[in-house]
């Protein structure tokens, strides 16, 4: 039979994404697809704390194996903020947190502008000590005006180092270089280990 395996959002775009990863080996659901499960409160200071903190948390709650994930922006000239405060870096609308950001910004000269999205992903099995984290990371640099107008968040001000601003490429060409991507290549075959029976995490 095929294995359940939870994903622990509620992003269909996200969804999508892992499903395309595992194709049929897995049967992935999301928190809609289940009853409604109180929220593990996201209080670590790293995206892999975080991240396991949540999987631990759904896998006990469900008996599923459980995969949760946390990202955010670190930008270099701040420290590494706003980091696993992305989400909550300024009240209001992703513009509003944006802007926030080209206004702390504003006088950091381009070479200076360096940031990276940190994706960390982790897999935890019900009653099972060891969980498995994965991290993936996107570099670029913060642009000085938004661009484009796919993606979400931080994307419009976050620019590649092939001069394109994240928002200005499709879902499926940002899939290929995101922190996100990478994070879900590194884990594939941890998940595809659940369909093969291994002893995932040893
Ligand atoms: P979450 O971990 O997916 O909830 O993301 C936390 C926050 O980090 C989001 O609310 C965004 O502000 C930011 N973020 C994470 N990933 C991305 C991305 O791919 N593009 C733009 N912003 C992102």
Redesign the pocket.
């Known amino acids: 039979m095929k294995p359940r395996l939870l994903f622990a959002t509620t992003?269909p775009g996200?969804l999508r994404e892992l499903r395309g990863l595992v194709g049929d080996a897995v049967e992935v659901v999301s928190l809609s697809d289940l009853p409604p499960i109180p929220e593990p409160v996201e209080d670590q200071d790293t995206?892999e704390g975080n991240a396991e903190k949540k999987a631990r948390e759904y896998a006990e709650a469900t008996g599923l194996p459980a995969l949760a994930?946390?990202?955010?922006?670190c930008v270099d000239a701040l420290g590494g903020r706003?980091g696993v405060y992305?989400?909550r870096?300024a009240e209001g609308s992703?513009k509003a947190?944006y802007e926030k950001l080209l206004g702390e910004l504003s006088g950091v000269p381009d070479d200076e502008r360096t940031a990276a999205?940190v994706?960390a992903l982790c897999l935890a099995l019900p009653g099972r000590g060891r969980a498995i984290i994965e991290v993936g990371r996107?570099e670029g640099r913060i642009g000085h005006e938004p661009r484009g107008s796919h993606?979400?968040?931080?994307?419009p001000v976050?620019v590649l180092p092939q001069g394109k601003a994240?928002a200005e490429l499709t879902s499926e060409e940002?899939a290929g270089i995101?922190?996100?991507g990478v994070a879900f290549r590194k884990m594939r075959p941890h998940l595809l280990a659940l369909a093969g029976g291994s002893p995932v995490g040893g």
């Open positions: 992003n996200k995206f994930d946390d990202s955010g922006l706003p992305s989400a870096y992703d947190r999205f994706c996107c993606g979400f968040g931080y994307d976050f994240l940002k995101s922190h996100r």
